[in-house]
C-alpha cells in the first residue's frame, strides 16, 4: 500500500510541473508584453517580467525535484535519515526564494490594479509570495519534527 500511495505522490509531483511550464511559455510573454504597453517609459520593464516569473521557476523546480527525491527515500525505508532533512531544508529554501522573487514583482501588480482600477489584483499578486512562504514554514517544522525523530532513534539504538 505505501508503494502506491508514494506511486500517487510522485505521479502528483511530475504533473504539477505541467502547468507552471506552461505558465512559462505562454503567459509569462503575454504579462511582460503588457507591461511594455502599460508601462512605455519604461522599456527595461519586460525584461524585469521575463526574470522575475521565470527565474523564481528553477528553485520551483528544483523544490519539485528534492520532494521526488525525498518520496524515494521513503521507498527505500530512507525517510529517517539526514538526507531526508537536507531535501526539507532545499525545499524551504526554494520557497523563500519564490517568495522573495515574487515580492518583487508586486509593485507591477499595483500599477495594474491603478490602470483597471481593480484592487483585487494586488491580492492575486500576494497569493504566490503567501503560499510559497506556508510551504517555506511548513518544510521547516517537518524539517526541525525529522531530526529530532532521527535523534530519538539514535539514542535508542544506542542504548539497546
Known amino acids: 500500500m505505501e508503494k502506491v500511495t508514494t506511486l500517487f505522490l510522485k505521479i502528483a509531483v511530475i504533473l504539477l510541473g505541467v502547468p507552471v511550464l506552461a505558465l512559462c511559455i505562454f ?9 511594455a504597453k502599460l508601462l512605455p517609459r519604461f522599456a527595461f520593464i519586460k525584461y524585469f517580467v521575463f526574470i522575475t516569473f521565470d527565474a523564481s521557476a528553477i528553485p520551483f523546480y528544483f523544490a519539485l525535484f528534492q520532494a521526488f527525491k525525498l518520496l524515494r527515500y521513503i521507498d527505500k525505508n530512507k525517510a529517517f535519515s ?29 500599477i495594474f490594479a491603478e490602470v483597471d482600477d481593480a484592487p483585487g489584483v494586488i491580492f492575486v499578486g500576494l497569493a504566490v509570495p503567501f503560499a510559497s512562504m506556508v510551504i517555506a514554514v511548513f518544510a521547516a517544522v517537518l524539517q526541525k519534527l525529522l531530526q529530532e525523530a532521527i535523534n530519538i532513534k539514535s539514542e535508542n539504538d544506542l542504548t539497546v
Request: proline content about 5%; glycine content about 0%; hydrophobic content about 60%.
Open 82 to 110: 539526514d538526507l531526508s532533512v537536507n531535501a526539507l531544508k532545499k525545499i524551504k529554501y526554494c520557497a523563500i526564494m519564490i517568495s522573495m522573487l515574487h515580492v518583487l514583482a508586486l509593485p507591477l501588480f499595483y
Open 27 to 35: 503567459l509569462v510573454p503575454e504579462m511582460a508584453n503588457l507591461a
